[in-house]
C-alpha cells in the first residue's frame, strides 16, 4: 500500500484540523452549557463593550443548541450560523480537492471575500435593529 503524496496531505490536513476542532468543541457543548451564570464559555466581547451584536453573538448558544438537536433554539441564537454551516462545510470541502462541476458557479461565489463582507457587515447592523422583522435576528 502506497502512503499518499505530500501535497495531498497538504490538502487534506485543514479539513482533518476542522474536524479535530468541531468533534472537540462537540464534546465540550455536549457537557458545558452556555446559558448557566458561571459558564466557563466565553461571551461575546464587542456587546460587553458596545451592548452591539456582531455577526457572531449567539454562535456558541446557536451550536449548544444543534448539538442537543433543537433547532428552533439554534435559529433563535444565530440564524446565520445555522444557515451557513453547510455552505462551509462545502467551502472546507472544495478546499480539499473535492469539487463537483454543478457546484462550481456556488463556489465562486462563496470563495469571493466581498460575498462574506457584504453579508457578514450587512446582517451585523441588521441584527441590531430595533424593528420587527430585523429584531428576530437578534439573539434570543
Do not use: K
Amino acid at each position: 500500500m502506497a502512503l499518499p503524496s505530500r501535497t495531498t496531505l497538504a490538502r487534506w490536513a485543514p479539513t482533518a484540523l476542522v474536524a479535530g476542532l468541531g468533534a472537540g468543541a462537540i464534546v465540550v457543548l455536549r457537557n458545558v452549557s452556555p446559558y448557566g451564570a458561571n459558564s466557563p464559555l466565553p461571551g461575546c466581547p464587542l456587546y460587553a463593550l458596545t451592548g452591539l451584536y456582531c455577526p457572531g453573538c449567539g454562535s456558541t448558544r446557536c451550536l449548544y443548541s444543534l448539538v442537543h438537536f433543537d433547532w428552533q433554539g439554534a435559529i433563535a441564537m444565530n440564524p446565520l450560523l445555522v444557515i451557513s454551516l453547510p455552505f462551509l462545510l462545502l467551502m472546507l470541502l472544495h478546499g480539499a480537492g473535492v469539487r463537483p462541476r454543478v457546484l462550481e458557479p456556488l463556489m465562486r461565489v462563496l470563495a469571493s471575500p466581498m460575498f462574506w463582507l457584504v453579508l457578514l457587515v450587512g446582517y451585523a447592523v441588521l441584527r441590531n435593529l430595533p424593528w420587527m422583522p430585523f429584531a428576530w435576528l437578534a439573539p434570543g
